[in-house]
């Protein structure tokens, strides 16, 4: 698929923090922000524009298309990246990417580096409390947003639970059409033969 496409660089899921490489991460780490929330991170707030997360967090650069989570490519949606960013609670500086549906603040993703995950799952564990599902990613269900890790990646993302639902329906239109043109091309390229006309058999001689 063409316009329907997940990155490959990172395996709605398995994403690669290896790959992810913010041209702000080298700057000076700013002091530290907000801790996340069930509404959004930081000053960043769920529904926000581009222009109003801009306001608050002004060194935001375009992300590199391709690079960090696996994402949807669609014209509605737009990510920008901060880098060297100290969160509370974290030892550690960390990366931001910011994910906007219909210019709207849909998701957080934060790429925690050299912190450890235990120290992340700590954190994580201490603002929201039990997690909806255990294990070695253990996820967040709120009212407001989704918290779903990714140790073996390196990240953890907030998500907006009502946009979420927008963005998978726009997905799956997507991969509709997607797949009815693919089939549509696959017909054309190898058409059905034709089935012959029926031959009209004469009856048989009777029975002498």
């Given amino acids: 698929m ?3 496409r997940v990155s490959v660089r990172c395996g709605l899921s398995a994403l690669l923090f290896a790959a992810w490489s913010l041209s702000a991460s080298a700057a000076t780490p700013r002091r530290a922000t907000a801790p996340p929330t069930a509404e959004g991170f930081g000053k960043a707030k769920f529904g926000m524009s581009l222009e109003q997360v801009r306001h608050v967090y002004p060194k ?3 992300a590199q298309p391709g690079a960090g989570a696996a994402y949807f490519k669609s014209p509605l949606l737009d990510r920008f990246a901060l880098g060297g ?8 500086p960390v990366d ?8 709207q603040l849909w998701g957080v993703i934060v790429y925690y580096g050299g912190n450890g995950f235990s120290d992340v799952a700590e954190d994580l564990y201490r ?3 039990k997690a909806a599902t255990e294990g070695i990613d253990p996820t967040w269900v709120k009212p407001t947003a989704t918290i779903t890790t990714a140790p073996t990646e390196g ?3 907030i998500t907006d639970n009502r946009r979420t639902k927008d963005v998978q329906q726009e997905f799956a239109r997507a991969l509709a059409a997607e797949q009815a043109v693919a089939a549509a091309r ?3 390229a190898n058409p059905t033969p034709a089935t012959p006309p029926a031959q009209n058999t004469p009856p048989a001689a009777p029975p002498r």
Avoid: C, H
């Fill in 85 to 92: 960013v100290r969160v509370a609670g974290l030892g550690q």
């Fill in 127 to 129: 603002r929201f409390g």
């Fill in 96 to 103: 931001f990417e910011f994910r906007f549906w219909k210019n």
């Fill in 155 to 157: 990240w953890y993302s």
């Fill in 186 to 188: 696959a017909a054309r």
């Fill in 2 to 4: 063409n316009r329907v």
């Fill in 60 to 62: 935001i650069v375009p």
